[in-house]
């Protein structure tokens, strides 16, 4: 595989893992886009990360389904930010994406021979 398709499939994994992966951020409690995205990173090892350009409009569309909530904040000495927190709708979809994605990756496993962590 050329380089350029590794990172196309790095690319069409990623989008296709987003909404779990945002989710799954701030299922533990509400986060800004910076941290969410500077969270993403850490975890990964920097194997995944999303841009700005990406990131906040992900984010957006994900509270317009109602599975995040997002609420400005203003703390003394420090700029204005719109923190991201799961809804009970959110909740529900994040279960059912984990149910999914450990399916798919175990089919994965099954087709290819390759183990997961």
Do not use: N
Not at 68 to 92: D, K, N, P, S
């Amino acid at each position: 595989m050329t380089s350029i398709d590794a990172r196309m499939l790095a690319r069409e994994l990623k989008k296709g893992s987003a909404e779990l992966i945002i989710l799954s951020i701030v299922e533990t409690r509400p986060r800004h886009g910076y941290e969410i995205g500077k969270l993403i990173a850490e975890r990964s090892q920097g194997e995944v990360t999303f841009h700005v350009a990406s990131l906040y409009p992900l984010l957006y569309r994900l509270e317009e389904r109602g599975w995040l909530q997002g609420t400005w904040v203003e703390r003394a000495g420090e700029r204005r930010r719109r923190f991201y927190g799961l809804t009970a709708e959110g909740r529900r979809v994040l279960s059912q994406q984990r149910e999914t994605w450990k399916s798919f990756v175990e089919a994965m496993a099954l087709i290819t021979g390759v183990d997961h962590a």
